[in-house]
């Protein structure tokens, strides 16, 4: 899209919801995230190769919150996210299903077992042939390992779980496959992200690889990034999962959604995901 055609789907917008913008207004690039006073997160970065085109550095969505809300992230005792992954550690230990099995008879601890796995998804699965996000992983072994119910895509206890394992790759590189056997659900998701749609005629990119650092009504926009996901929001008080929040970015376009857990989304997730490479999982983070 060119700068002519984003600023006239941003009037639309405008016209349509009473947006006000700011100047230019760009994210503090030399705040620093360490949470608890020792782990220091990667939250600005090189561009990973396959995104040089569209931009030179990518950032994280903490640089774009206000100060108070950043603070609430680096210190654990008041992130309110941390009691959904202390819940998460507790379904992950609890035994359920007709298999009399918890997550940890298979993976052992936690902390030992799940390092490192956000980093990577979505991935390939190769036995059965699909990429597949971490929701999608956590449900496979409920139904097929423990013979329990699986949960929900969006709900309380995926939230939870998924928050548990992403927080024992906190600080470890975001590094998602573009290539390979993930390559055409790659370039299916970057469609997606460029695609406009809805009556207001915008994509992903409208705001965030065109329009990061501008205010949208009271929001600084930020790249879009994913690495901090799950993610407590402070505007709607719960743990929030990668489709949540793509399901809220299609509707706010005034177009018709995909569902939680379509390959529509999981496509999405992948492309997203990639654009974040070389950033640090940050866990449970916080957003407005």
């Not at 359920?96 to 030992?112: L, Q, R, V």
């Not at 449900?139 to 013979?147: F, H, P, Q, V």
């Not at 709900?155 to 290539?179: C, F, H, K, T, W």
Request: charged share 25%; net charge negative; with cysteine.
């Amino acid at each position: 899209m060119t700068k002519l055609k984003s600023i006239r789907a941003f009037a639309v917008l405008a016209v349509a919801g009473g947006v006000a913008f700011g100047g230019a207004a760009q994210a503090d690039e030399n705040a620093e995230l360490i949470v608890n006073g020792e782990i220091k997160l990667v939250t600005k970065t090189a561009a990973p190769d396959h995104l040089k085109d569209a931009v030179d550095t990518i950032y994280s969505g903490w640089l774009f919150r206000e100060t108070g809300t950043q603070a609430m992230q680096m210190d654990d005792f008041v992130n309110p996210g941390m009691l959904d992954a202390e819940a998460g550690i507790e379904l992950y230990n609890a035994v359920d299903g007709t298999e009399g099995k918890s997550c940890a008879s298979c993976h052992g601890d936690i902390a030992e077992g799940m390092k490192g796995l956000r980093a990577v998804y979505p991935k390939w699965n190769e036995a059965a042939g699909e990429v597949r996000t971490m929701e999608m992983q956590v449900n496979d072994c409920r139904e097929t390992r423990m013979g329990a119910e699986p949960y929900k895509y969006i709900s309380r206890e995926m939230g939870q779980i998924v928050s548990a394992v992403s927080l024992q790759s906190r600080g470890e590189p975001v590094n998602v496959a573009i290539d390979g056997p993930v390559a055409a659900t790659w370039a299916q998701g970057k469609e997606l992200y460029y695609t406009r749609t809805g009556i207001l005629d915008l994509s992903c990119a409208s705001c965030h690889e065109e329009n990061y650092g501008n205010m949208i009504r009271a929001d600084h926009l930020s790249q879009g990034q994913i690495n901090g996901f799950p993610v407590y929001r402070l505007n709607n008080a719960k743990i929030n999962q990668v489709h949540d929040r793509f399901k809220g970015c299609v509707r706010d376009t005034r177009a018709e959604t995909y569902n939680p857990g379509s390959s529509e989304f999981i496509a999405l997730e992948l492309y997203v995901a990639s654009r974040g490479n070389g950033l640090s999982v940050e866990g449970v983070s916080l957003r407005n």
